[in-house]
């Protein structure tokens, strides 16, 4: 089976496990594959919109091997059948769109009142997401850098950051990054 995630680094010392995506997790893969399951494999490579909508029949055909096959390729893969791994695939893709071709549609969906509220809770659920993939400290780090590329060494928001006690009151404090 396939290993479904990714540790990354940085040259400061932190890290975080983020999950391969399914091409990522595929191309990883091929060298695990058997000859039948390469031809499915390098179909799905080479035209995965195209494969990210065809059912285990078609593939098969397609690639003219055995509907078993196909569901073992996404077994070492690491998915539970081959519709996990194609609605993976599907979400990758529609995840590729041009955002503006996004962003039009979901405007289009969505009345006046309603663009505002939920542009506000995909931030909200953003924003949890971010902080589910990493820990507080590199959150913390991330906080520290871009408040010092942002103020610089001297600046009055510098000063106040590093010396919050000096010409702030109690309630700026308290909103003030650590």
């Known amino acids: 089976m396939i290993d479904r995630q990714v540790l990354l680094g940085g040259a400061d010392g932190w890290e975080c496990v983020m999950d391969k995506n399914v091409l ?5 893969g091929v060298g695990d594959l058997t000859k039948s399951q390469k031809k499915v494999a390098d179909y799905i490579l080479k035209y995965p919109t195209e494969a990210a909508f065809l059912t285990i029949d078609q593939m098969a055909g397609i690639v003219q091997t055995s509907t078993t096959t196909v569901m073992r390729f996404a077994f070492q893969l690491g998915y539970s ?5 194609q609605k993976d695939l599907q979400e990758l893709l529609k995840n590729r769109v041009a955002p503006s071709t996004r962003l039009e549609a979901n405007v289009k969906s969505l009345g006046s009142n309603s663009l505002f509220i939920n542009c506000a809770e995909m931030q909200m659920n953003n924003i949890k997401k971010t902080a589910e993939y990493f820990s507080e400290d590199l959150l913390n780090q991330v906080a520290d850098l871009l408040f010092a590329a942002c103020f610089p060494i ?7 950051r590093y010396a919050p006690n000096k010409g702030t009151s109690k ?3 308290q909103i003030m990054p650590r």
């Not at 059948?81 to 791994?85: L, R």
């Not at 001297?154 to 106040?160: D, M, V």
């Open 24 to 28: 990522q997790i595929l191309d990883a």
């Open 81 to 85: 059948g081959y519709s996990v791994f």
């Open 154 to 160: 001297g600046s009055p928001a510098h000063s106040l």
């Open 171 to 173: 309630k700026q404090r």
